[in-house]
C-alpha cells in the first residue's frame, strides 16, 4: 500500500475498512484506491497539498486552506480515514470530532472565538461583514453560556454541537449544528 503502483490486497483492504471503521464497502475502498493513484501523480504513495488542489470540487471549497493543513502528505490509508467523515455511515459523533480539527486551526485541541470567526470568515466571505460575523458569533456564543475568551475542547465542542450551540455558516446563511442538518461540509467535498 505504500507505493500506488501496488495492488490491493485482501488483506490490505480489510485493514483500510477497519481503520475507517467499516465507513465504506470493499468496493468503495478499491474505487478510492483507483483515486487515490490518480491523485498521487508523482505514484510516491503519498498525496500532496498541490495534488489535492487539482480535485476541482476541492479548489473551490471555502475551506480548502483549513482541510490541506489536514491532508498534506497523506498515504491511502489515510485518505481513506479522512474521507470517512464524509461517508453516511459514519456516526455524528465522528463527524463532529472532524469539524473540532477543522475548526482548531492551531491544532492546540481547544476552540477560541477567533477559530470560529476565521471558519465564518472562510464561509460567508463578503456576504457578511466582520462585524455582522462578530455580532452574531458573541451572541450565539452568549446563548450557549460562554464568552469571546472561552475555549471549547472537544468534550464541550461535541456537548453543544449535539444541542445547536455551535455556530456554523454555510454560505451567506447562518445555522447552528444540529442533527437535522448532518455535516454542512459534505456538500463542498
Not at 30 to 35: E, F, G, N, P, T
Not at 155 to 163: A, E, G, Q
Amino acid at each position: 500500500m505504500g507505493n500506488t503502483s501496488s495492488m490491493l490486497t485482501q488483506y490490505d483492504i480489510e485493514e483500510v475498512q477497519e481503520h475507517c471503521n467499516h465507513a465504506f464497502s470493499q468496493q468503495e475502498i478499491v474505487s478510492l484506491y483507483q483515486r487515490f493513484c490518480q491523485l498521487d501523480r508523482n505514484g510516491g504513495g503519498f498525496i500532496s497539498a498541490d495534488e489535492f488542489m487539482s480535485v476541482p470540487e476541492f479548489a473551490v471549497n471555502p475551506l480548502s486552506q483549513r482541510l490541506l493543513r489536514m491532508l498534506d502528505g497523506l498515504n491511502f490509508k489515510e485518505f481513506v480515514a479522512f474521507l470517512s467523515a464524509f461517508s453516511s455511515r459514519t456516526s455524528l459523533q465522528q463527524k463532529i470530532e472532524f469539524i473540532f480539527k477543522v475548526y482548531d486551526s492551531d491544532c492546540n485541541g481547544k476552540v477560541t472565538f477567533d477559530d470560529v470567526l476565521g471558519v465564518l470568515r472562510d464561509l460567508t466571505g463578503s456576504f457578511m461583514s466582520e462585524q455582522q460575523r462578530e455580532k452574531s458569533l458573541t451572541h450565539v456564543l452568549k446563548e450557549a453560556g460562554y464568552t469571546k475568551d472561552s475555549m471549547l475542547d472537544l468534550n464541550d465542542f461535541v456537548k453543544n454541537s449535539y444541542y445547536g450551540s455551535v455556530p456554523i455558516s454555510y454560505g451567506h446563511k447562518y445555522f447552528c449544528w444540529t442533527r437535522e442538518f448532518g455535516c454542512p461540509f459534505v456538500g463542498f467535498m
